[in-house]
Nanobody, 115 residues
């Protein structure tokens, strides 16, 4: 069964940084457009950032684009999300998946931005 395992979350103060990782198994991510999604408490899961097979990235809006950077390593079968200048509103469980979503969701990784 295909697995996506997210890691790297944690508690960080506003303005801080985190780097999330997504490890894929039983699937080669090189064949897919990959994305990061997040679900804040009481809200629906939303798209955050995507990356084409070639490495070109795209983001949900300009506020994220200026602070987050998505990247991928097709050899290691990994997807990353570097998050800088974190804000309390970035607090959520973060997930990776294909874009559009084609795989079962992993367990996600919790990101909490709080002083």
């Amino acid at each position: 069964q295909v697995q996506l395992v997210e890691s790297g979350g944690g508690l960080v103060q506003p303005g801080g940084s985190l780097r999330l990782s997504c490890a894929a198994s039983r699937i080669s991510i090189s064949a897919y457009v990959m994305g990061w999604y997040r679900q804040a408490p009481g809200k629906e899961r939303e798209f955050v950032a995507g990356i084409y097979r070639t490495g070109t990235a795209y983001y949900t809006d300009s506020s994220v684009a200026g602070r987050f950077t998505i990247s991928r390593d097709n050899v290691k079968n990994m997807v990353y999300l570097q998050m800088n200048s974190l804000k309390p509103e970035d607090t959520a469980v973060y997930y990776c998946n294909t874009d559009p979503v084609q795989l079962y969701w992993g367990q996600g990784t919790q990101v909490t931005v709080s002083s």
